[in-house]
């Protein structure tokens, strides 16, 4: 059973540029989560998507932008890339978005370097 | 504003011993809290979680306990492994969301 895949793994990118970050759920999950941690942070959640809407949303401008398939996998988009953006982002999956229930499995990441 | 807060960034602890990870929080909306293990090159890992009608949840050598009077969590490994060396952090989650806030973690190393 695979869990939680990104892509890609690693991703070299100019300011002012824009980025495409994939995550497919885990088996029978239906509900993605996006999150970025920065170097020496906690993550920090970006958004969450639940039958192809975004359902919340943390303190991110609308650079970040994302969106979710039929098939549950989800795209990252950030535009006009700073070097602030530079972090690891984070996929989060789980059956459902009340996370009380359900605890969200994470995928390895997808590391940002922006120069 | 840092509402979830890992104050030590390390901890190192023999194996065999109690490893204590500790948490505090400054929001009182918070209910449902979590401890995820991250190792290097890997997502985090859910570990444990409470809630906030609860002051303990144990599972294995993981125990957990809230004072919510305090705003703190600590997390509990005994007897304490070479395998539990891991950056651990914990998360909240405010009331009816489905966010989580993550502290910014601690990094156990667990020693012969």
């Known amino acids: 059973d695979a869990g939680v895949t990104q892509s890609p793994t690693h991703l070299i990118k100019t300011r002012g540029q824009q980025v495409t970050l994939r995550c497919s759920p885990k088996s029978g999950h239906d509900t993605v989560s996006w999150y970025q941690q920065a170097l020496g942070q906690g993550p920090q959640f970006i958004f969450q998507y639940y039958e192809e809407e975004e359902r919340q949303r943390g303190n991110f401008p609308d650079r970040f932008s994302g969106h979710q398939f039929p098939n549950y996998s989800s795209e990252l988009n950030v535009n006009a890339l700073l070097l602030g953006d530079s972090a690891l982002y984070l996929c989060?999956?789980?059956?459902?978005?009340?996370?009380?229930?359900?605890?969200?499995?994470f995928g390895p990441g997808t590391r940002l370097l922006v120069l | 504003d840092q509402q979830v807060k890992q104050n030590s960034p390390s901890l190192s602890v023999q194996e065999g011993r109690i490893s204590i990870l500790n948490c505090d929080y400054t929001?009182?909306?918070?209910?449902?809290f979590l401890w995820y293990k991250k190792y290097p090159a890997e997502g985090p890992t859910f570990l444990i979680s409470?809630?906030?009608?609860?002051d303990k949840n144990e599972d294995g050598r993981f125990t957990v306990f809230l004072n919510k009077s305090a705003k703190h969590l600590s997390l509990h490994i005994v007897p304490s492994q070479p395998g539990d060396s891991a950056v651990y952090f914990c998360?909240?989650?405010?009331?009816?969301?489905?966010?989580?806030?993550f502290g910014t973690g601690t990094r156990l190393q667990v020693f012969p």
């Open positions: 929001n009182s909306m918070f209910d449902y």
């Open positions: 989060a999956s789980s059956t459902g978005p009340n996370m009380y229930q359900e605890t969200q499995y």
């Open positions: 409470i809630s906030s009608i609860k």
């Open positions: 998360a909240a989650a405010p009331y009816n969301t489905d966010k989580l806030i």
